[in-house]
C-alpha cells in the first residue's frame, strides 16, 4: 500500500519560472493539504482540497500560488514567477472521509524541496 | 490563535536511556495535539495524538505524551531510547478547524551508543 507520492523530490528553478509540485494521495483517501517548511520553520498549513473542490485556501499567499486536486490524476500546487522566498519544503498530506467532525491522521508524503536560484 | 513552542531544538541521549522532547502550547480553545516523527528522507509519520480523551496517551514504538492543561504542555516521552530512534519530532497542534495543523520547529533526536 503505497503512501503519499510527491514529485519531483527536488526542484530547482530560476527567478521568473513556474515551479509545479505533484502529490498523490494514498489509495482511497479523498482529502489533501498542502503544507510549507521555511528554513528554520515548522511547517505551515496551505490550503485543503477535496476532488474538484478547494475547501480552504486561507494559508496560501494570495497571489502566485495556486492548487487544484482534479477529478482524475494528482493534486497540483503551482507557483507562478518564482521569487527566492519561495524556496522551501512543500509537503503534502492527504486524509480519509472524515465523518461529522472527527479528526482523522494525515498522511504525509516526504515533500519537495524547491529551490529558487 | 494557537501555536507550539518546542524548547529544545536538540535532544542528545544514551541508548537504554530515557527521552523527555518538551513542547508547549497556547490555545483559545480545546485543541487537538499530535507528536510527528521524521526519518532522513522519509514522510512525516503520525506518533500519538490527544483529542480530549485521556490525558495519557500511548503512541507507536513506545512513546508516550501526557497532556497538561495547567502547564499547558504535552511532553513526548520513552523509557529507553533506541538507535532507530535517531530523527525529527514535530509538535503539533491543530487550529480550531481541526483540519490545519500548526508544527512546532522541530527537535533532533540524536541516540549515541
Known amino acids: 500500500n503505497a503512501g503519499v507520492m510527491q514529485n519531483p523530490r527536488h526542484l530547482v528553478r530560476r527567478r521568473g519560472q513556474e515551479a509545479r509540485l505533484r502529490c498523490s494521495p494514498m489509495k482511497g483517501h479523498s482529502h489533501v493539504y498542502w503544507y510549507r517548511q521555511l528554513p528554520e520553520e515548522g511547517l505551515k498549513f496551505m490550503v485543503y482540497l477535496q476532488k474538484e473542490n478547494i475547501i480552504d485556501e486561507s494559508g496560501m499567499p494570495k497571489e502566485r500560488f495556486s492548487a487544484e486536486f482534479p477529478k482524475e490524476g494528482p493534486s497540483i500546487l503551482r507557483i507562478q514567477q518564482v521569487v527566492r522566498g519561495d524556496s522551501a519544503a512543500y509537503f503534502c498530506?492527504?486524509?480519509?472521509?472524515?465523518?461529522?467532525?472527527?479528526?482523522?491522521?494525515?498522511?504525509f508524503g516526504p515533500g519537495t524541496r524547491l529551490t529558487v536560484t | 490563535a494557537q501555536s507550539v513552542t518546542q524548547l529544545d531544538s536538540h535532544v542528545s541521549v544514551s541508548e537504554g536511556t530515557p527521552v523527555l522532547l518538551r513542547c508547549n502550547y497556547s490555545?483559545?480553545?480545546?485543541?487537538?495535539l499530535f507528536w510527528y516523527v521524521q526519518h532522513p528522507n522519509k514522510g512525516l509519520q503520525l506518533l500519538l495524538k490527544?483529542?480530549?480523551?485521556?490525558?495519557l496517551v500511548k503512541g507507536i514504538n513506545g512513546f508516550e505524551a501526557e497532556f497538561k492543561k495547567s502547564e499547558t504542555s504535552f511532553h513526548l516521552t520513552k523509557p529507553s531510547a533506541h538507535m532507530s530512534d535517531a530523527a525529527e519530532y514535530f509538535c503539533?497542534?491543530?487550529?480550531?478547524?481541526?483540519?490545519?495543523?500548526?508544527f512546532g520547529k522541530g527537535t533532533s533526536l540524536l541516540v549515541t551508543p
Open positions: 498530506a492527504s486524509s480519509r472521509e472524515r465523518p461529522g467532525h472527527y479528526i482523522d491522521e494525515q498522511y
Open positions: 490555545s483559545s480553545y480545546s485543541p487537538s
Open positions: 503539533v497542534v491543530s487550529d480550531r478547524s481541526g483540519y490545519a495543523l500548526n
Open positions: 490527544y483529542t480530549s480523551a485521556a490525558t
